[in-house]
């Protein structure tokens, strides 16, 4: 188990959902729904509801939008999501998955195909670059949540697969099969995570600078200003003064 890592493999959002707020309510209330509807209304036996809450606890999401959101789950009028999955390749040749929670299958591809040609991007046919990722569950923690060998002690009571841990905090990975019964182990011992859910993880990164990063940032926050994406995923890193400069 890896105790320290500065592998950056998760999409670069700094500031993107603070600056829309009320974007990101929706798209976690979706989810809310979403899994609210597959499962029990209750998050202490619907596994995927807890994440969800969790998720939207960590963005300072209101209690009462919240339980909107469950309730909504129950009623006739609640709206038909499907779980979609796009692949593609971005700029410097990162390859970047998207996913989706739609109504209409047709709009969202639409715009998905737009999105990655305006930027530079190709959207690819399904398998094309899932086959260099690992499928596996992700849980996060802030760096308020202890030093690096805290957390590491604390995933390997809990049954994690590996940590990663920098100044932005702490990545625990899991077998998709243990997600939430690791996640409930760590509670005790680490508090609330802002996070527990399905990840991609790439199994070998692309170091991107200069103008490859400034056009990748691009697709990536316009990925995620679409309505119907829930997450995008991709391979690539980008060194810290990179980051600097795009910030």
């Given at each position: ?58 963005q ?17 009028d609640?709206?038909n ?40 991007g ?6 094309s ?60 011992l ?24 400034q ?5 990536i ?27």
């Amino acid at each position: 188990m890896a105790g320290h890592s500065k592998f950056k493999n998760i999409m670069y959002r700094k500031g993107a959902q603070d600056k829309k707020r009320s974007a990101l309510f929706s798209k976690l209330s979706r989810e809310i729904t979403v899994a609210a509807k597959m499962g029990l209304p209750d998050p202490d036996a619907n596994a995927r509801l807890r994440a969800a809450i969790i998720a939207a606890r960590a963005q300072s999401m209101p209690k009462d939008n919240i339980q909107r959101a469950i309730d909504k789950a129950a009623g006739s009028d609640a709206e038909n999501y499907e779980e979609i999955r796009y692949e593609g390749f971005g700029p410097g040749g990162v390859a970047v998955i998207v996913e989706a929670l739609s109504d209409n299958r047709n709009r969202t591809a639409t715009n998905v195909r737009t999105i990655f040609s305006k930027n530079g991007g190709n959207l690819g046919a399904s398998g094309s670059v899932s086959h260099g990722f690992e499928r596996l569950g992700l849980i996060e923690y802030p760096p308020s949540a202890g030093d690096s060998e805290k957390v590491l002690e604390a995933a390997i009571e809990a049954g994690a697969e590996d940590v990663e841990s920098d100044d932005d905090g702490h990545r625990i990975w899991t077998t998709i099969e243990n997600l939430h019964e690791v996640a409930r182990l760590l509670e005790p011992l680490l508090g609330e995570s802002t996070g527990a859910k399905l990840a991609w993880k790439p199994s070998t990164a692309v170091e991107v600078r200069g103008d490859d990063a400034q056009q990748l940032m691009k697709l990536i926050d316009a990925l995620d200003e679409d309505d119907d994406v829930q997450s995008v995923w991709g391979n690539y890193e980008v060194p810290d003064e990179e980051l600097a400069n795009l910030a």
